[in-house]
């Protein structure tokens, strides 16, 4: 093996340092971040970073409370997380790591495993312009293989079997009960019902899948987003202008609401929402409060199905194990539990692990889409990408 040039050995050198200066200490006491629990680096709810000494040391000791010492924002001390990505970087750049690097290259048999389970190949696309108009949202009826989307064509609904066909459509825009004036996002319940958001008038539709109106939910929303069904078939519904998740429970077929519970709030602009079919834990993306054109950015958040906080990451964190900008539309759990984002500004789908490995980040899409919004999965674990870009449902294929 040849050894590396003295000058290529010296600017690596002079990188790994600059990387420890700037991203390896915590900027409040200058302390170097460490595996250790008093210098752990500390994700705050505002996506700022510091060690979990000076969490401490700014909380409020009799109700646990501070403010991120860089942006003002308040939070309680329960709400920070481990920084990750932080502990990855430290862990790549100890001495001990840096030995056993090569051997990692070559990857265990269960990574392996999990890399070919997530291989995916381009089928068929269906759609296109005319036939879909702006589409926003989309489901799959796993009891019946039909795959419903919401868009901004004259009927709002559209039904397509798996081949492409349209089966039915239904919700012209209007100010009747059943109609829908701009959808945003869909689901389908476990007993096969249409579950719509509809930001015109404020309110979450339901529907049979004749296009009969069933129930119509207001609640006071500020504006309900984003849609997926749990195991129990309830639903959990995003409100990015409250910044908070709710939980509706409602008989669908009877047409009664049960209950709707606001189970999360402190939230920054909650939209895309998913719930994975085996543990019940939830995704929800948030999209950050901008700066400028340039400074948009996105975070993950992960719960358990009692709504305790998993992980996070946002854009700033993901660049630290992906090489370019990551803007998160949409998001998905596979039929193995891994979360599946929707990356627009690569125009790419991403696998962050499942929530118990987050983030390990694989790119498993990352040619033939124009802006992806949607993200569902089959019962065969296909995955369908609703691209708003040309207006089509594309179809992808364990490989």
Same mark, same amino acid.
């Given at each position: 093996m040849c050894a590396?040039a003295?000058d290529?050995m010296?600017i690596?050198?002079?990188?790994v340092?600059e990387?420890?200066?700037?991203?390896l200490?915590c900027?409040?006491c200058?302390?170097k971040?460490?595996?250790?629990? $008093?210098?752990?680096?500390?994700?705050?709810p505002?996506?700022h970073?510091v060690c979990?000494?000076?969490v401490?040391?700014l909380?409020?000791p009799?109700?646990?409370?501070?403010e991120?010492p860089?942006c003002?924002r308040?939070? $309680?001390?329960?709400?920070t997380?481990?920084? /990750?990505?932080?502990?990855h970087?430290i862990?790549?750049?100890?001495p001990a790591?840096s030995?056993?690097?090569a051997?990692?290259?070559?990857?265990?048999?269960?990574e392996?495993a999990?890399?070919?389970?997530?291989?995916?190949?381009?089928n068929f696309?269906?759609g296109?312009?005319?036939?879909l108009v702006?589409?926003?949202?989309t489901?799959m009826?796993?009891?019946s293989?039909?795959v419903?989307? #919401?868009?901004d064509?004259?009927?709002?609904i559209? /039904?397509f079997?798996l081949?492409?066909?349209?089966?039915q459509?239904?919700?012209?825009r209007?100010d009747?009960?059943?109609?829908? $004036?701009y959808?945003?996002?869909?689901?389908?319940?476990l007993?096969?019902h249409v579950?719509?958001?509809?930001s015109?008038?404020r309110?979450v539709?339901?529907?049979?899948?004749?296009?009969?109106?069933k129930?119509?939910?207001?609640e006071a929303?500020?504006?309900?987003?984003?849609l997926d069904?749990?195991?129990?078939?309830?639903i959990?519904?995003s409100?990015p202008?409250?910044?908070a998740?709710?939980?509706?429970?409602a008989?669908?077929k009877?047409?009664? /609401? $049960?209950k709707a519970q606001k189970i999360?709030?402190n939230l920054?602009?909650p939209k895309?929402?998913?719930?994975?079919?085996?543990s019940?834990f939830?995704t929800?993306?948030?999209?950050?409060i901008a700066?400028?054109?340039?400074?948009s950015s996105?975070?993950?958040?992960?719960f358990s199905?009692?709504?305790?906080? =998993?992980?996070?990451m946002d854009s700033f964190?993901?660049?630290?194990?992906?090489?370019?900008k =990551?803007? #998160?539309? #949409?998001?998905?759990?596979?039929?193995?539990?891994?979360?599946?984002?929707?990356?627009a500004?690569?125009?790419?789908v991403?696998c962050?692990g499942?929530?118990e490995e987050?983030?390990?980040l694989?790119?498993?899409i990352?040619h033939g /889409?124009?802006?992806?919004v949607?993200?569902?999965?089959?019962?065969n674990n296909?995955?369908?990408?609703l691209?708003c870009?040309d207006?089509?449902v594309?179809?992808?294929t364990a490989s």
């Amino acid at each position: 093996m040849c050894a590396m040039a003295p000058d290529k050995m010296q600017i690596m050198t002079e990188l790994v340092n600059e990387t420890e200066v700037s991203l390896l200490e915590c900027k409040v006491c200058f302390e170097k971040y460490s595996q250790k629990k $008093k210098h752990r680096p500390r994700n705050l709810p505002c996506g700022h970073v510091v060690c979990l000494g000076c969490v401490f040391s700014l909380a409020h000791p009799r109700n646990f409370r501070l403010e991120c010492p860089f942006c003002r924002r308040a939070c $309680k001390s329960s709400e920070t997380s481990d920084c /990750l990505p932080l502990l990855h970087l430290i862990e790549i750049l100890s001495p001990a790591t840096s030995m056993t690097l090569a051997s990692r290259t070559t990857g265990t048999r269960d990574e392996t495993a999990v890399s070919a389970s997530l291989s995916l190949t381009f089928n068929f696309s269906f759609g296109g312009w005319g036939t879909l108009v702006n589409p926003t949202g989309t489901a799959m009826c796993q009891r019946s293989g039909c795959v419903v989307v #919401a868009h901004d064509g004259k009927k709002r609904i559209k /039904l397509f079997g798996l081949n492409g066909s349209c089966i039915q459509q239904f919700g012209e825009r209007g100010d009747a009960g059943n109609d829908i $004036k701009y959808p945003l996002d869909v689901t389908v319940t476990l007993d096969g019902h249409v579950v719509v958001t509809d930001s015109g008038d404020r309110s979450v539709k339901v529907f049979d899948f004749n296009g009969r109106g069933k129930l119509v939910i207001r609640e006071a929303f500020c504006l309900p987003w984003g849609l997926d069904t749990t195991p129990e078939n309830e639903i959990i519904l995003s409100d990015p202008e409250a910044g908070a998740l709710y939980r509706l429970t409602a008989n669908f077929k009877k047409g009664e /609401l $049960k209950k709707a519970q606001k189970i999360q709030s402190n939230l920054c602009n909650p939209k895309g929402v998913a719930v994975s079919q085996i543990s019940g834990f939830i995704t929800v993306i948030e999209h950050l409060i901008a700066k400028g054109p340039n400074y948009s950015s996105t975070r993950v958040k992960i719960f358990s199905a009692d709504m305790k906080l =998993i992980g996070q990451m946002d854009s700033f964190g993901l660049n630290l194990v992906y090489p370019s900008k =990551i803007y #998160a539309t #949409a998001v998905a759990f596979d039929g193995d539990g891994h979360i599946i984002v929707a990356d627009a500004y690569n125009q790419a789908v991403l696998c962050l692990g499942k929530p118990e490995e987050f983030p390990v980040l694989r790119p498993i899409i990352i040619h033939g /889409l124009s802006y992806p919004v949607a993200l569902t999965y089959t019962a065969n674990n296909s995955l369908l990408v609703l691209d708003c870009g040309d207006h089509s449902v594309k179809v992808y294929t364990a490989s």
